[in-house]
Structures are given as structure tokens and as C-alpha cells.
């Protein structure tokens, strides 16, 4: 068999465990199955970092839609907080911290709430009023109402930070073969295609599916769609902004599984560079640019931070979330399937909740207690819908 890339110097017949995808997700599996000294295999049909992982932000954020969305991610914010002296520079790893904006009174209502859940789990967090928020970001508009700090959000880049987490999965024993696509499960094993065309099947002790958004081409069952975003990078402007600059109207925006939507999100990169978001929309797995939609989020991104319109745009370009209906990820057990575990469907927060996802999924391989209720993520749940955008969502055909 021949595949694109090979890495990895060990190579057994039947690895203890066996991960399709190269995602940040299947990466972050890897390098926690690789450090408990199991056989790890990891193939991707493509090369690692390259699906939604290469088009995302990198903003390691708490979030509280639901008590388990903010257990999950608070507990993945502080194993990345926990990897960053390890992270080579060029992952670009800096704790920028997060400012959720406050338009006007409701939002500022938002943020006390918001700020009163944090405090309740832990998490530091700080509101800001209107004259702070001015002194802290003089680049955003006049006029605001305020904002809530949480200053140990991060950001990372995340398809330099998945090769990280597969380069020290290699280091640890682990074998990667890129250009190797699977092509169907079977009992305790994997159909897979090298990039030569030529099929063999690799059975494994435990076979973890990181594949994203094409995770429900092997396990069909699976209710993953893919969810498209927009991104823009500027060239450099250091200094312009300093925290992850995220509107709370964002909240909204990110609800459900229905309509376009845009919000204000920048992030400032340690390039100096802007990277500006972001946009919600059900398009299938049409990835070109969206002018109607892109316009409005660039415009939206400008109504809050103005001297955005002075910026040069670099690039921009489109990528894909796995959403799944009630937007928590799905981690664990397959119970389709024996032998087989799911780690996907992690919409847009899979770069923050990797590390989370990796050690709930190596604790139940592994027999052990897990460190948070993995009961929520159980990918056989029932699934209500999350709550549709609200009334104050910014769409698209509005702008
Ligand atoms: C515009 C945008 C902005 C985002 N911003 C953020 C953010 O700021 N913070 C955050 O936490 N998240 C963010 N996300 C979400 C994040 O990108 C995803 O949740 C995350 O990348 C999912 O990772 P994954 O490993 O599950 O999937 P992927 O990165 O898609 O990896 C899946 C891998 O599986 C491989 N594969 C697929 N099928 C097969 C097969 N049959 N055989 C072998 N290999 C296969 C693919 O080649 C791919 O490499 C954003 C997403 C988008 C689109």
C-alpha cells in the first residue's frame, strides 16, 4: 500500500487504536492515545489539519448556551492553558482574553447574566462599562454600552496546532498515513483506500471516527451537517484591537439550525493581522464565497470597529462547522457499531473542545472514570433542536 505521507516509525497489524481523521479533534485523540502508550494509527484522506480545522479561527473560548457546553468547554480551555508552555511559536497560542460587546441596556442585562454563570462555574470574568470598554479598545465605535471580560480565552492556529498534536503523537510511537481515506466500517475494522487506489482492511482494538463533517459517510446514522462560515484576514495592524472582539448578539447568531446569520467577531492575530467574522448558513457543501453574506458580515464587523473600512483585506475564504441539531458535539461510544467511537460534530467550537473530547474519549476506551459527565455528548442522545435565533439577530437579506 502506498498513501501520500507516511510518518511514524512503528507499524503493528492490528493497532490498540485506530483514527479516521487528522482534524484537530482526531490529532488531540491521537496525541492522548499516544501518550498512554497505546498503538496508535491515525489515517487521513487528505492531510492533517486540512478539513474544517484549516478554516477556523482558533478562538479557545467558555461558552454558556448550555450547562454542558460550558462544562466541556471550560475543561478543554484549561487543558490547551495547560499544553501552552509545550506549543511550538509557530501556533501562534496567546491568551488574549475575550470582550463580549454590549450594544445597548438589553445586552448589557445579557452580560450581568452572562457574567453571573461564569462566576457560579468558575470562570473569571469581569464587566467593563462604557468608559472602560473605550479605554480598553478605542477602535470600537463611540456609544457602546459596555461589555463582560473574560481574560483567559485564547487563540490559537489551529491547523498548525493540529500537525503539533500529530507530530508529538509520531514522536510518542504513534504512525499516520496521509492520502488514506476510509471507505467503510466493519466488525472491529476499517476499510481503507491508499492513494494508490489500493484497498486493504486494518482491524483495530478501538476505532475512533474524527472525520468531521464527512463522519456520517461511514456512520450514516450520524446528524451532522455542515454549517458554512466566512473569514476575512487584514495585512498587519498591530495595535488596532487587543482582545477577541465578539458582539453578544454572536449568541443569537449561533443558535439553531435555520437562516443565515451574521455577527461581530474579530480576532487580532500575533501577526498583527485581523481575522473577521463570521457567518452562519446552511449551503450544502457549496464552499465559494458568498458576496450577499460576506458583505454583510464585513459590514456588520465595521459598524463596530470603523477603521476596519481603512484595512487591506489579504484573503478570505469559506469553511465548514459540523452542526449537529442541539449543538453539543457527539463523544463516545458508537452504540451501532462495537468497537467503534464517535468524536465529531463539534460545530464552530472543535478547536476549542478538542483536548476535552480526547480525554473523555481515552477514558472510556481506557475503562476509566471520566473527568466530566460525558452523559450529554452521548452520540446515541435524543436531540432537541437548540433554540431558534431570537428576534435581534442580525440576518443577512437584512443587510
Ligand atoms: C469559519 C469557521 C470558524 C471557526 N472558528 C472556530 C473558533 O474560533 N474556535 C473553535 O473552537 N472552533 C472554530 N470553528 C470550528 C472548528 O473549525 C471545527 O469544529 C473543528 O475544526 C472540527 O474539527 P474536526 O477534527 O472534527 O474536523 P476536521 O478538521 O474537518 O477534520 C476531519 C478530518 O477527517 C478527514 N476525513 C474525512 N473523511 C475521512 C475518511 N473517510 N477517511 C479518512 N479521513 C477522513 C478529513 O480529511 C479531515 O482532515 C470554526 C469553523 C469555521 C468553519
Redesign the pocket.
Known sequence: MTDAARFGARRTARPDVLI????????ACALARAREELDVLI???????????????????VMDDTPAQLALTSFSRALWERMADELPPDCEYEMRGTLWVADNDDEMKAARAKQAVYAAHGVASTLVDAAELARMEPALRPGLAGALSVPGDG?LY?PNA?RWCIERAVALGAVVREG????ALASGAVR?RGADGIEESISAGAIVI??????P??APELPIVP?????VITDRYPGLCHAQLVELGYLRSAHGLSGESVAFNV?PRATGQLLI???RQLAGRDGAIDDAVLGAMVRRATSFLPALARCDVVRM??????ATPDGL?LIGRWHAAPGVWI????????????PGTAALIAADILGRAAPIDPAPYDPGRAMRPASDATPGEHTCRAT
Open positions: 479516521v481523521g487528522a482534524g484537530i479533534v482526531g490529532a489515517v487521513d484522506a487528505s492531510f492533517a489539519g486540512s478539513g474544517s480545522t484549516a478554516a477556523a479561527m482558533g478562538n479557545l473560548v487563540v489551529p493540529a488514506c481515506g476510509a471507505v481503507v474524527a472525520a468531521g463533517i464527512d463522519a459517510r461511514l454549517r458554512k462560515g466566512h473569514l480576532q467574522g463570521s457567518s475564504w469559506t469553511g465548514f462547522r459540523p458535539p468524536a465529531a460534530g463539534h460545530e464552530g467550537l472543535g478547536i476549542t473542545t478538542a
